[in-house]
């Protein structure tokens, strides 16, 4: 994998994810008042948000709009199957989005057993998560090119955050 400021739109791509780590952060609820599920880990893992979507970037290679995609089906999970994001379930919730949204969208995709180690989780786990979000999801996996465009949109608008360890400068 590459580095994300090597290649011109580097800055770009990381600012993206840190727009998408900073949504999904917002979301995250106190687990003391949610439901367990099969993504809920004993306890949270050490990793911010924002590290653990630029390992998966740096190692996995996703495309952009397989973040975006990601993001899609996460906000989707969480309203058909009811399930409140939260530091114990986030990271299970975001590498099996990421998952399942490369092998859908991108041409490029690894086996589980890349995104389990990548994850930090074992492929059995990975595997019963993935059937559980595909059931969560109801099996919708087709994101419509205006649903696409409307969540791009509201990222690529947030992408001004700079945060204070990066330089300010903007892609060529």
Request: glycine share 4%; charged share 15%.
């Amino acid at each position: 994998g590459r580095e994300m400021n090597e290649s011109p739109g580097g800055m770009q791509e990381y600012n993206l994810l840190l727009v998408v780590s900073t949504c999904l952060e917002q979301l995250l609820q106190d687990e003391r008042f949610e439901n367990v599920t099969k993504f809920h880990a004993s306890k949270p893992p050490s990793i911010s948000v924002l590290s653990y979507l630029l390992r998966i970037h740096k190692y996995a290679n996703c495309s952009p709009a397989c973040f975006i995609v990601s993001l899609i089906y996460i906000d989707r999970l969480c309203q058909h199957a009811l399930i409140t994001l939260s530091s114990l379930n986030i990271h299970r919730i975001i590498i099996t989005a990421i998952c399942i949204a490369a092998k859908f969208h991108d041409d490029l995709f690894f086996p589980n057993r890349f995104y389990s180690q990548l994850g930090g989780i074992s492929l059995t786990e990975l595997n019963v998560l993935e059937v559980e979000f595909l059931f969560g999801l109801n099996f919708t996996l087709f994101v419509s090119h205006d649903l696409f465009l409307k969540y791009e949109t509201a990222l690529l608008g947030h992408q001004h955050w700079r945060p204070a360890a990066k330089p300010s400068r903007a892609p060529r």
